[in-house]
């Protein structure tokens, strides 16, 4: 068994830096050997948690004994520190949204070919319950062929934080939470996209948006409706999956939702006419009883590897990295078409 430790230096060491020392602890082939942050008080808090402290990013890059470079800063400096500690011969873990676009991924890319590193995103919300949930239900055919779904997250306390409201520091919620609901859609199916339409919201008055709608179709006639919203006082259910024998509610991160298929063994029953509003309806009432089946939403059993787990069994030659450089690049080509489309108000007819 290798018992090899390897030590990752954390540069920027604000909200997510802190948060991944925690990702990392269960991890025991990775130590957090250090910390590096433009800003006295968080390099303070980082002493204060027992790490070593870097004077600046060229002493990371110095330091033999770091073996990983993980980037937490905000998004406009990724693209520049990961070219450096590359070059110095680190292997990189770069926090979302890698780039704001997709040549500075390619150019990240190039250099991690070139030396031979490994390199990758932390897309960390592949790994969570309810998009795992919502792909189980999917890839086990509950509700016969998706056709439709819609995933969001809403809430009422918009844009968070100082650089998160700045454009030159890769601002914005499509940037921001916009790169985890597509990659999630991208992770659901094989069928390249065929047309994108989109609009951007700017409630707040930033000039980065504060969230977004986009309308996605693909090629094997799935639809998606993504959405970001931070003037959202009340949400509507993080997924809603509509496919050709059931619909499926997951409500919010707590999997509270259902599952309604029709029954296969009753024959369709008429529903009786109901009063809806100042009228009858039948098209609307509920479906019967009888025709139809109710499920609670389950979480999958699935034993898989963390992101760091991954990242060290890549390094160790045992396994395939968990997020690919090419389906980032897909993510940042689709975030591209979407500022497009709202941008020209039209539908981009486009082959990602
Ligand atoms: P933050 O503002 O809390 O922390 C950023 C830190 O970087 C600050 O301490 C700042 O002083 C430091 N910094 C700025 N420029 C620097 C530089 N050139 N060198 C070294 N340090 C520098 O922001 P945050 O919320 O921690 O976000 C950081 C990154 O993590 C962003 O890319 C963000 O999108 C990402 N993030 C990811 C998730 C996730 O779930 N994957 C969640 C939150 C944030």
Redesign the pocket.
């Given at each position: 068994m290798n018992n090899r430790i390897y030590n990752i230096a954390i540069?920027?060491?604000?909200?997510?830096?802190?948060?991944h020392c925690q990702l990392i602890e269960p991890v025991s082939q990775i130590s957090v050997i250090g910390v590096?942050?433009?800003?006295e008080y968080?390099m303070e808090l980082g002493k204060e948690a027992g790490y070593k402290t870097y004077a600046s990013?060229d002493a990371v890059l110095t330091d033999e004994l770091v073996d990983i470079v993980l980037?937490?800063?905000?998004?406009d400096?990724?693209k520049d520190?990961a070219i450096q500690a590359l070059q110095a011969g680190k292997h990189v873990i770069?926090?979302?949204?890698v780039t704001i676009t997709s040549k500075d991924f390619n150019d990240i890319v190039k250099v991690a070919n070139q030396e031979k590193r490994v390199f990758t995103v932390?897309?960390?919300?592949r790994w969570d319950e309810d998009f795992r949930t919502a792909k189980d239900i999917i890839d086990k055919k509950t509700l016969g062929e998706l056709f439709h779904l819609e995933s969001r997250v809403q809430g009422a306390n918009g844009i968070?934080?100082?650089?998160?409201q700045l454009k030159d520091y890769?601002g914005g919620m499509l940037?921001?939470w916009g790169v985890?609901l597509l990659d999630q859609l991208l992770q659901i199916t094989d069928s390249q996209i065929e047309s994108v339409a989109a609009n951007l919201s700017y409630i707040l008055g930033t000039e980065v948006d504060d969230g977004f709608t986009s309308y996605i179709t693909f090629k094997d006639g799935l639809t998606a409706l993504i959405e970001v919203g931070t003037t959202n006082y009340v949400k509507l259910p993080r997924w809603y999956l509509k496919g050709t024998e059931g619909t499926a509610v997951i409500r919010d991160w707590d999997l509270s939702g259902e599952i309604i298929t029709r029954n296969p063994d009753v024959a369709h029953i008429e529903p009786k006419p109901i009063q809806a509003g100042q009228g009858l309806t039948k098209t609307m009432a509920p479906p019967s009883e009888q025709s139809t089946l109710k499920f609670a939403i389950q979480k999958p059993d699935l034993e898989e590897q963390s992101f760091y787990e991954n990242f060290v069994s890549v390094l160790e030659g045992k396994s395939e990295i968990a997020i690919k450089n090419d389906e980032v690049n897909r993510v940042l080509v689709l975030i591209e078409t979407i500022f497009e489309a709202a941008e020209t108000k039209s539908v981009i007819h486009r082959s990602i």
């Open positions: 540069v920027g060491f604000g909200g997510m830096g802190g948060y590096y942050d433009t800003v968080r990013l980037i937490a800063t905000p998004n400096v990724h520190i770069c926090e979302k949204p932390h897309q960390n919300r968070p934080g100082d650089w998160r890769g940037l921001d985890h």
